[in-house]
């Protein structure tokens, strides 16, 4: 479900976030501090949880990346982190313009097809799924699988990672026919690793049981079931 937004546009974001800057600039001593060193404290404050530092310290990284060569993605990764923080906070309609604009940056700096721009549409697209708005999570899942599959291969983790989230959005659609080989796949490879993660391997089985049974496949599914709960038992 979408929801109506009212985003406001770059310019207004960077003025506001300007705003924050001036009003803790004393206490930040904007002048001093290099880019890596700013986005250090932000990730201290924010585990600290002074929210509001943190918030500070990410504009002022921003503004010092600004200042960087356009080929150089240190605004793209301010950016997302930034927008990761806003989302954080549950901040969506701040968050989302960050996020579009860093995968922007990217797709400049590296190209369209780069796994680092796979790997931020992935992020782009869990941030989608979980405001439920599948329509614009689903195309972005598809690409970056694309992407990564062919450049890293089928049994990567991060392939792995990103074939089970696009199956558990089929899933949680109800489209058991298009979820039903990706888990298929997922399952077959993690068969065949040496010591594949016990968790992940347990959610697998799990949600692949529960395609099988919308299927109708109720003796395939407690197959599964019963595999995922022996592993669960000896963790």
């Given at each position: 479900?979408?929801?109506?937004?009212?985003?406001?546009?770059?310019?207004?974001r960077?003025?506001?976030?300007?705003?924050?800057?001036?009003?803790?600039?004393?206490?930040?001593?904007?002048?001093?501090?290099?880019?890596?060193?700013?986005?250090?404290?932000?990730?201290?404050?924010?585990?600290?949880?002074?929210?509001?530092?943190?918030?500070?310290?990410?504009?002022?990284?921003?503004?010092?990346?600004?200042?960087?060569?356009?080929?150089?993605?240190?605004?793209?990764?301010?950016?997302?982190?930034?927008?990761?923080?806003?989302?954080?906070?549950?901040?969506?309609?701040?968050?989302?313009?960050?996020?579009?604009?860093?995968?922007?940056?990217?797709?400049?700096?590296?190209?369209?097809?780069?796994?680092?721009?796979?790997?931020?549409?992935?992020?782009?697209?869990v941030?989608?799924?979980?405001?439920?708005?599948?329509?614009?999570?689903?195309?972005?899942?598809?690409?970056?699988?694309?992407?990564?599959?062919?450049?890293?291969?089928?049994?990567?983790?991060?392939?792995?990672?990103?074939?089970?989230?696009?199956?558990?959005?089929?899933?949680?659609?109800?489209?058991?026919?298009d979820?039903?080989?990706?888990?298929?796949?997922?399952?077959?490879?993690?068969?065949?690793?040496?010591?594949?993660?016990?968790?992940?391997?347990?959610?697998?089985?799990?949600?692949?049981?529960?395609?099988?049974?919308?299927?109708?496949?109720?003796?395939?599914?407690?197959?599964?079931?019963?595999?995922?709960?022996?592993?669960?038992?000896?963790?």
């Amino acid at each position: 479900m979408t929801a109506a937004r009212d985003t406001p546009g770059p310019a207004t974001r960077r003025g506001q976030r300007l705003a924050i800057l001036v009003v803790l600039a004393g206490t930040l001593a904007c002048q001093t501090q290099s880019w890596e060193q700013y986005m250090e404290a932000a990730a201290f404050a924010y585990q600290d949880e002074d929210f509001q530092a943190a918030e500070a310290w990410f504009v002022a990284a921003e503004q010092v990346a600004l200042e960087f060569e356009p080929s150089d993605p240190r605004l793209a990764i301010t950016l997302g982190n930034l927008a990761d923080f806003y989302h954080a906070q549950a901040r969506d309609a701040e968050a989302e313009p960050l996020y579009l604009e860093a995968l922007a940056l990217l797709e400049r700096i590296d190209g369209p097809e780069s796994p680092r721009v796979a790997r931020f549409a992935a992020d782009l697209a869990v941030f989608y799924a979980v405001l439920d708005r599948d329509e614009e999570a689903e195309p972005l899942l598809q690409r970056a699988l694309g992407t990564l599959d062919w450049e890293l291969g089928p049994d990567h983790l991060d392939v792995l990672v990103i074939r089970s989230a696009l199956a558990g959005l089929y899933l949680q659609q109800g489209r058991h026919g298009d979820a039903e080989p990706l888990y298929r796949e997922v399952l077959a490879i993690m068969d065949d690793q040496r010591a594949p993660d016990q968790d992940q391997l347990v959610t697998v089985l799990q949600e692949y049981a529960l395609v099988l049974r919308g299927m109708g496949r109720a003796d395939d599914a407690l197959t599964l079931e019963a595999r995922a709960r022996a592993i669960r038992d000896a963790l």
